[in-house]
């Protein structure tokens, strides 16, 4: 994929609350990841987020088991319920020509190693530490090379990509 017009990444929203870090060990909820948004016709943004709200309420909840009075006791939380310690959101816009598929997957993945390169110089400022190790456990579970192939199926999903 040739990708051209690349426009500086803007960061749209930056939130942290330094003062409950000391907190972030309990009751915590962190969430991020890319989305992107097709503008028009050979030109998309990729955005990035990161949500990290601490003093969340979590509940008990009873699932019912494959027996009769059979339960197991589940604990969860909605994200987004407590305090907000980090909430960032950058995004990126550009132009691209599709390649080929093998050519447009290592195009993408290569650019997105470069826009996520923004996020990991945020997370390396101190103060973010407990942040970037959730953060690389994400990237481990849901790797680079994955969002480029659902950039891919976006676009075809959309009819913008022929291959």
Known sequence: MKIFNVQPVQVNE???NPELLSTSA???CYQSGF???FDLLNSFTIIFEIYHTVGDDFADELIPGDQPNEFTVGIGAECGGGQILLS???SCQFNYENEGLTADLLSLNTFLD???RH???LLNQAGFESLKEKEEIIR???PLKETAIQIIENLRGNNLYEF
């Open 140 to 142: 481990l579970r849901h």
């Open 114 to 116: 470069g826009f996520y």
């Open 119 to 121: 996020v990991k110089t």
């Open 26 to 28: 309990i009751s915590q």
């Open 14 to 16: 930056f939130i942290f």
């Open 35 to 37: 989305d992107f948004e």
């Open 88 to 90: 960032y959101h950058c």
